[in-house]
């Protein structure tokens, strides 16, 4: 094991230094990207937002960008030969979300498609081996399933991500006992990000390589696989359908689908948005006959190329029917960009752009309304729905109010490097990246809480237009800091744990490394609980520092938060799970995920960062998802569960 993934590493290295080339080349590609799609031959904009996607040659992107590195001579590159031995679906897999996804970024996805046809292998990935399968690959949905459940981003649409004690069926004494049941692992996957969802014994969860999996909860093995066009980092939703289940998700390409619970065959799919860049990341929410889809893109990092035309994807809500994916409304976040100039290489710029909804939406059925949080805009003019809580009606898809929360927030990657496509406000990129959520107080009120990557935490009054009630800070914040995915609320307290990473620049840079920065192995981190009705801090608990020199280690607690009656459980990106007291804060329980698992699958399986999803918590156990490799953290590809001690 040790052995895999030394290799692991090295493949990885060894990929990032195409992604050194493209930081040094300024005269990449220039048939970029118009409003809306892919730009035509001539690069003109479609006023409708709508293109033909442009063939492109395989072998000539190869020669542009990876030759420099995969045709030399050396110890340290995998030559082409041997790429050519792996299958086009592995290598479009690791371009996605894979080992090159920081050349990938980069790249339309019509490039990254070409690339891989060109390199690799026409036959698919090889089967899981028969001892993964279960002995029964009948999936049942039991009469107990609605009371034995998680079901999407959090237990209910109001995203307050707390499990009641009738379906957690974990205690304090038994949470300070958890052992590990049974691992699975993603068969070629460095990165494990999509939160499983629960439904009477059967666990139903995405991949990076977007393989969606049922398995049973209680054992990990498989009842049956469906392979999605591109990364499935969505958490699953299921909803009523006639008589039977759909399982609703996104995947990281812009497709929506909607599968059979009992066998994982296709129901329908849609392209939710026609930008190129589309990306659907935050989980779907449904209410009556509809599903609401929150639209985010990619575009924010095709910006690191100078000649890139940045930009022109809108962040929206789409709304369809559950039956058979026809669209009720669609509302961006946005207006329509226009041409506003070109940057300082001459390459023409677009805007308003951005505030793409990177988190599951909000229900609020009794004012009939929608609420979702939004990220920046990524190019000039800044706009006020950006960084902003805002309001829609669920039957229309009208924005009713919008609540901005840091105004001026225009930001994209390229403004770390001092890039030509920077807008002048250069940040702070303080958006959102978790859900409000919704919670009634004894007293009858109801707030909106929602983090900020600021490090803020606001409580709205969703009576008043989102007026804030109160705010509090609870971290520093940045770009990558404050609340990253989502808080958790037991009615009485919010618990909110931060990232706060700190970057240190590497010395002696390694030119096949294209990562300018480590995480800092001692700065970051932190959970507080505060009071839901004034904000007033109960409590605060301090990241431990334990990672010393360990590469990708950081005491940042990226990863959503979840409660249950008395625990709190937080993960971080030292690869530590973690169990809080919710009366005190104390430690409960303590678990190292980063280290190398035997997999019920028989895939070789090594745990990472915890970051992105959540535990979620059914029937005595704890689900975990382990690796997330981008911002430097730890690589992984594991979903871990454990399993209560019944006798405490």
Request: charged share 20%.
């Given at each position: 094991m040790r052995r895999r993934m030394r290799t692991l590493l090295f493949v990885i290295s060894v990929y990032f230094c195409c992604g050194f080339l493209f930081s040094v080349d300024n005269q990449a590609h220039k048939n970029q990207q118009a409003p809306q799609q892919v730009a035509d031959q001539s690069n003109k904009p479609n006023p409708a937002g709508g293109t033909s996607v442009q063939q492109v040659s395989g072998e000539a992107l190869y020669q542009k960008y990876c030759a420099r590195c995969h045709d030399m001579v050396s110890p340290r590159v995998p030559p082409r030969e041997a790429l050519m031995q792996m299958s086009a679906s592995r290598i479009l897999r690791s371009m996605d979300f894979g080992s090159m996804m920081t050349v990938a970024y980069t790249l339309r996805r019509n490039e990254r498609e070409a690339l891989a046809a060109y390199l690799g292998k026409a036959n698919g990935e090889k089967a899981p081996l028969p001892k993964a399968y279960c002995a029964d690959r009948r999936v049942r949905i039991a009469e107990r399933a609605p009371r034995q459940q998680w079901n999407g981003w959090s237990p209910t649409a109001a995203n307050t991500r707390y499990q009641p004690g009738e379906v957690a069926h974990l205690t304090v004494d038994q949470a300070a006992h958890l052992k590990l049941k049974w691992a699975f692992g993603f068969e070629g996957d460095i990165t494990a990000f999509a939160q499983p969802t629960i439904l009477g014994g059967n666990l139903f969860v995405g991949s990076a390589g977007g393989v969606v999996h049922a398995l049973s909860a209680d054992t990990g093995c498989i009842r049956w696989a469906f392979q999605a066009n591109g990364p499935v980092r969505s958490a699953i939703l299921a909803v009523p359908s006639g008589n039977q289940l759909s399982l609703l998700f996104g995947d990281q390409n812009g497709w929506f689908y909607s599968l059979n619970?009992?066998?994982?065959?296709?129901?329908?799919?849609?392209?939710?948005?026609?930008?190129?860049?589309?990306?659907?990341?935050?989980?779907?929410?449904?209410?009556?006959?509809?599903?609401?889809?929150?639209?985010?893109?990619?575009?924010?990092?095709?910006?690191?190329?100078?000649?890139?035309?940045?930009?022109?994807?809108?962040?929206?809500?789409?709304?369809?029917?559950?039956?058979?994916?026809?669209?009720?409304?669609?509302?961006?976040?946005?207006?329509?960009?226009?041409?506003?100039?070109?940057?300082?290489?001459?390459?023409?710029?677009?805007?308003?752009?951005?505030?793409?909804?990177?988190?599951?939406?909000?229900?609020?059925?009794?004012?009939?309304?929608?609420?979702?949080?939004?990220?920046?805009?990524?190019?000039?003019?800044?706009?006020?729905?950006?960084?902003?809580?805002?309001?829609?009606?669920?039957?229309?898809?009208?924005?009713?109010?919008?609540?901005?929360?840091?105004p001026g927030d225009a930001f994209n990657s390229s403004c770390g490097r001092g890039g030509p496509n920077c807008p002048k406000e250069n940040g702070p990129d303080h958006d959102f990246g978790s859900s409000a959520m919704l919670v009634r107080l004894a007293d009858g009120r109801s707030l909106l809480v929602a983090g900020?990557?600021?490090?803020?935490?606001?409580?709205?009054?969703?009576?008043?237009?989102?007026?804030?009630?109160?705010?509090?800070?609870?971290?520093?914040?940045?770009?990558?800091?404050?609340?990253?995915?989502?808080?958790?609320?037991?009615?009485?307290?919010?618990?909110?744990?931060?990232?706060?990473?700190?970057?240190?620049?590497?010395?002696?840079?390694?030119?096949?490394?294209?990562?300018?920065?480590?995480?800092?192995?001692?700065?970051?981190?932190?959970?507080?609980?505060?009071?839901?009705?004034?904000?007033?801090k109960v409590w605060?608990?301090?990241?431990?520092?334990?990672c010393d020199s360990k590469p990708g280690c950081s005491p940042a607690q990226s990863a959503a938060v979840t409660a249950i009656p008395g625990v709190v459980f937080s993960g971080s990106l030292d690869g530590h799970l973690r169990a809080f007291a919710a009366e005190d804060g104390r430690l409960l329980w303590d678990y190292d995920t980063a280290r190398d698992y035997e997999t019920v699958n028989g895939v070789k399986g090594r745990g990472g960062s915890l970051d992105g999803p959540g535990v979620v918590i059914v029937g005595g156990m704890v689900f975990v998802n382990s690796g997330y490799a981008r911002f430097g953290g730890m690589p992984g590809n594991v979903l871990l569960a454990f399993a209560a001690d019944k006798s405490l």
């Open positions: 619970a009992e066998t994982g065959r296709l129901r329908w799919k849609r392209k939710v948005e026609n930008h190129e860049a589309t990306r659907l990341t935050g989980a779907p929410v449904a209410y009556r006959d509809m599903v609401f889809i929150p639209v985010a893109s990619w575009e924010e990092t095709r910006a690191n190329n100078p000649d890139y035309q940045c930009c022109t994807s809108r962040g929206s809500i789409v709304a369809l029917r559950v039956r058979d994916g026809s669209l009720v409304w669609k509302t961006y976040t946005v207006d329509a960009p226009k041409g506003t100039g070109s940057n300082k290489v001459g390459t023409p710029q677009w805007g308003p752009s951005g505030a793409g909804i990177w988190s599951a939406p909000t229900l609020d059925p009794e004012r009939n309304l929608l609420y979702v949080t939004t990220g920046n805009n990524y190019s000039l003019p800044a706009t006020n729905t950006s960084d902003a809580v805002l309001a829609f009606h669920l039957a229309t898809g009208r924005m009713v109010w919008a609540r901005q929360l840091r900020q990557k600021s490090g803020m935490v606001y409580a709205l009054d969703p009576n008043q237009e989102g007026a804030i009630v109160w705010q509090t800070r609870v971290g520093r914040g940045g770009s990558i800091g404050g609340v990253q995915w989502g808080m958790a609320t037991d009615g009485q307290q919010v618990y909110a744990a931060v990232s706060d990473v700190v970057t240190i620049p590497k010395m002696n840079r390694d030119q096949f490394d294209a990562r300018p920065f480590n995480p800092s192995p001692r700065a970051g981190g932190g959970l507080t609980a505060l009071r839901l009705n004034d904000g007033g605060y608990a301090a990241a431990p520092s334990i």
